[in-house]
């Protein structure tokens, strides 16, 4: 695995060019003045990635498709790296998604601060509602609740998260 800092993390590889800017599970690093060090993974989206701050899982070759409480069931998630995309991308674009450090997450309703997080049936939004069948991703946190409708929450933490076990 090779790291490299200064990232471009807007810039999404286009599957019409057939050639990635970086080897698939690549690690970025960004020092933020204000947010401190962020970590990025670079990957291959196995599916249509919405927008920023959407969840996806990363498979063994570094394929992600969006989070829900279908693709992280056990038997085909448990284990797996999560990150948010850092843009939208069409299926078989490359890109990066965050693993590590202060940036975006997509919740549903409300969310509170300092609670589990748990997969849903809304691709790539994860909630607090502990309700049977969804998936905790653990290593994943909220600073501030998110209230009233679905939103991309600015203030969320990544510390390597991955999809646990079924609630």
């Known amino acids: 695995m090779s790291a490299i800092i200064g990232i471009n993390l807007a810039k999404v590889t286009l599957a019409a060019t057939a050639v990635p800017e970086f080897r698939v599970g690549t690690m970025g690093y960004l020092d933020d003045e204000d947010a401190g060090t962020k970590a990025f993974l670079y990957v ?13 899982q990363v ?5 992600i498709q969006m989070v829900d409480s279908t693709s992280s069931a056990p038997g085909v998630g448990v284990g797996l790296r999560v990150g948010a995309a850092m843009a939208a991308m069409a299926d078989n674009d490359w890109g990066w998604i965050q ?6 997450i ?4 409300s ?4 609670t589990a997080l748990y997969s849903t049936a809304t691709p790539g939004a994860v909630d607090d509602a502990n309700t ?27 510390n390597f998260p991955y999809i646990g076990i079924t609630a």
């Not at 498979?59 to 394929?63: F, I, K, L, V």
């Not at 997509?106 to 309703?109: D, F, I, Q, S, Y």
């Open 59 to 63: 498979g063994s070759a570094g394929e």
């Open 99 to 104: 693993i590590y450090g202060k940036g975006s």
């Open 132 to 158: 049977s069948g969804l998936e905790e991703i653990c290593g994943l946190s909220l600073g501030t609740a998110t209230g009233g409708a679905a939103a991309t929450n600015a203030d969320g933490y990544f």
């Open 44 to 56: 291959h989206a196995a599916e249509i990635i919405t927008a920023a701050g959407y969840l996806c």
């Open 111 to 114: 969310a509170a601060v300092g």
């Open 106 to 109: 997509r919740t549903l309703a």
